[in-house]
């Protein structure tokens, strides 16, 4: 399982949380996750723990999940994203990887078109042009959480996406995406905190940290 599979399902996590595209349908599953999109728009900072499971077919027809565990910290729209060693630094138009292990750092140029990378576009893809319709509720210790159904409409990769969220605060909660390649990935949000008073200077990159790195960026980066 390759690394980037890691990368698409963490930015699918701050898709959810960046968005700022408004819905016009009326669908009650629909308008549910508009009040969360608006709710999240209100917060000043936010930091939460996240699980990510990728599910998929294995060679001898069993399913095999490769698991991992990450944090965030977003202020505003920019973010800092901790995951297999890698701090991953999203400001503006670019993404810039920190890999310890390696003592290298990579910068990339999110393209406006990029859907695997680009928070807002993530979710724009199923915020427009879909099915939706509320799915059970269950309760998670002493939240209520309300799962919604998404079918994209015109996707040739994904065949639907569960997405959860908590009935009283509209917090995320969890999403699910179904890969018409048979994969599943699955995102759990925890220990979810909004307007602690973080400072932008904890989430932007510096390169001043990393004196001894190998820097490698596009021109003029």
Excluded: W
Aim: with cysteine.
């Amino acid at each position: 399982m390759k690394m980037k599979r890691y990368k698409q399902g963490l930015f699918i996590v701050l898709a959810l949380c960046l968005s700022q595209k408004s819905l016009a349908q009326i669908n009650p599953a629909l308008i549910l996750i508009k009040e969360a999109q608006n709710k999240t728009l209100e917060y000043e900072d936010q930091s939460f723990l996240f699980s990510l499971i990728l599910d998929a077919p294995g060679r001898d027809g069993n399913r095999i999940q490769r698991k991992n565990k990450g944090s965030v910290i977003l202020v505003g729209d920019t973010g800092r994203l901790t995951l297999n060693g890698q701090t991953i630094f999203i400001e503006s138009n670019k993404l810039i990887t920190v890999s310890d292990e390696d003592e290298e750092i990579t910068v990339r140029i999110i393209d406006t078109n990029d859907n695997s990378y680009s928070p807002e576009k993530i979710l724009n893809r199923y915020t427009s042009g879909s099915d939706y319709r509320f799915l059970e509720k269950e309760q998670h210790e002493k939240m209520i959480i309300q799962y919604i159904e998404l079918v994209p409409e015109n996707q040739d990769d994904i065949i639907k996406v569960v997405l959860g969220i908590e009935l009283s605060s509209k917090k995320v909660h969890s999403y699910h995406e179904y890969g018409k390649n048979n994969v599943i990935t699955k995102v759990q949000l925890f220990d979810y905190k909004v307007d602690q008073g973080i400072n932008m200077e904890q989430v932007k990159f510096d390169l001043n940290n990393y004196p001894d790195y190998d820097y490698i960026a596009p021109n003029d980066m």
